[in-house]
């Protein structure tokens, strides 16, 4: 039976990975957090995966502060670079690894969407240390896939759907930011792409390493989805305003365009992905 550690299994990514654990049976799951696995102590992770005989890591940890992270540059790149270089090198040659990354690795002046192989150029300290952990990963570790994925939420942990789910109740009016464009991801639909990877190479045999996108289908704004959490909560009582990115200064700089192209996913593994506001009614259901 094929071994899977799940790493940073306490977050979104993470929980929404335990959840398939019962259909997928085939698998046996080593779930951890950083409480039981800390990435950041190598001989940990090298001990683990000898002693379980792991066949498959996906990694779900990450320091995803966004503004934090601009202050915490430290702490942020020792998760997000130095923890991924330990996780490569302790598995390297034993077991394969799938790891998750984001959109923040692009500059966002695009205007169409994100190849795998366009140029990055992450514009802030969380962007950068992705990116760094992306480089590390590649570098060190032969057998690993990379998603870059964005906008993710889910019904576990903090997220923009639950903010604004909770602001619609409490607030008249609210103020959403309409020029930044991309795309939402529903934990749960990436965490069944990740599953179909792994199953992919277990009946192929073939483990295609290299950096792919995977986001729901669809294009808006965050002033769009937020109108689509609303009216598919029945948050009716609350006027939702579209503002400019100048008119919400945040700490970290974020993408204006940060659309991905999922071309070279769907037809490597042959997977289908939801348009976005179907799997929004989905999570919302589960909310
Ligand atoms: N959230 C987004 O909008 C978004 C967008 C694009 C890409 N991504 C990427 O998608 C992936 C999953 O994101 P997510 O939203 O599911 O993240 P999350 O909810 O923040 O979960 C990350 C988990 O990793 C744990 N962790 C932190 N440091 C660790 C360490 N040293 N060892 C082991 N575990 C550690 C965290 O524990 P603590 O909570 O105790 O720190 C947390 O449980 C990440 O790679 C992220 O960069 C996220």
Same mark, same amino acid.
């Given at each position: =039976?094929?071994?899977?550690?799940?790493?940073?299994?306490? /977050?979104?990514?993470?929980?929404?990975?335990?959840?398939?654990?019962? +259909?997928?049976?085939?698998?046996?799951?080593? @779930?951890?957090?950083?409480?039981?696995?800390?990435?950041?102590?190598?001989?940990?992770?090298?001990?683990?995966?000898?002693?379980?005989?792991?066949?498959?890591?996906?990694?779900?940890?990450?320091? #995803?502060?966004?503004?934090?992270?601009?202050?915490?540059?430290?702490?942020? %790149?020792?998760?997000?670079?130095?923890?991924?270089?330990?996780?490569?090198?302790?598995?390297?040659?034993?077991?394969?690894?799938?790891?998750?990354?984001?959109?923040?690795?692009?500059?966002?002046?695009?205007?169409?969407?994100?190849?795998?192989?366009? +140029?990055?150029?992450?514009? +802030?300290? %969380?962007?950068? +240390?992705?990116?760094?952990?992306?480089?590390?990963?590649?570098?060190?570790?032969?057998?690993?896939?990379?998603?870059?994925?964005?906008?993710?939420?889910?019904?576990? /942990?903090?997220?923009?759907?639950?903010?604004? =789910?909770?602001? /619609?109740?409490?607030?008249?009016?609210? $103020?959403?930011?309409?020029?930044?464009?991309?795309? @939402? &991801?529903?934990?749960?639909?990436?965490?069944?792409? !990740?599953?179909?990877?792994?199953?992919?190479?277990?009946?192929?045999?073939?483990? @295609?390493?290299?950096? %792919?996108?995977?986001?729901?289908? /669809?294009?808006?704004?965050?002033?769009?989805? &937020?109108?689509?959490?609303?009216?598919?909560?029945? !948050? &009716?009582?609350?006027?939702? $305003?579209?503002?400019?990115?100048?008119?919400?200064? &945040?700490?970290?700089?974020?993408?204006?365009?940060?659309?991905?192209?999922? #071309?070279?996913?769907? *037809?490597?593994?042959?997977?289908?992905?939801?348009?976005?506001? *179907?799997?929004?009614?989905?999570?919302?259901?589960? !909310?």
């Amino acid at each position: =039976m094929k071994k899977i550690l799940i790493t940073g299994a306490n /977050g979104q990514l993470g929980n929404e990975m335990r959840v398939l654990f019962e +259909s997928y049976s085939q698998f046996e799951f080593f @779930p951890t957090d950083i409480a039981e696995l800390d990435l950041c102590n190598k001989q940990a992770i090298d001990d683990f995966i000898t002693e379980n005989k792991i066949d498959y890591i996906v990694n779900c940890a990450a320091y #995803t502060a966004v503004d934090k992270a601009e202050d915490e540059i430290d702490l942020c %790149y020792k998760i997000n670079r130095d923890a991924v270089e330990n996780l490569a090198q302790a598995v390297s040659g034993k077991a394969k690894v799938i790891h998750v990354s984001t959109d923040y690795v692009f500059n966002g002046q695009g205007e169409n969407p994100y190849k795998e192989t366009d +140029s990055t150029d992450p514009q +802030s300290v %969380y962007g950068k +240390s992705k990116r760094e952990g992306e480089e590390v990963l590649l570098k060190n570790c032969k057998e690993s896939i990379i998603i870059r994925t964005a906008w993710l939420y889910s019904s576990f /942990g903090n997220n923009f759907v639950k903010t604004m =789910m909770r602001l /619609g109740k409490e607030c008249a009016s609210l $103020n959403v930011v309409a020029d930044q464009t991309g795309t @939402p &991801t529903y934990a749960a639909d990436l965490a069944k792409a !990740i599953m179909d990877i792994i199953v992919f190479d277990t009946e192929k045999q073939s483990f @295609p390493a290299g950096i %792919y996108h995977y986001s729901n289908e /669809g294009i808006c704004s965050w002033y769009d989805f &937020t109108l689509k959490i609303h009216e598919l909560s029945g !948050i &009716t009582t609350c006027k939702v $305003n579209p503002i400019t990115t100048d008119q919400y200064p &945040t700490k970290a700089k974020r993408p204006m365009y940060s659309v991905l192209d999922k #071309t070279k996913i769907k *037809e490597t593994f042959d997977l289908e992905i939801p348009e976005w506001v *179907e799997s929004l009614k989905k999570c919302i259901v589960k !909310i």
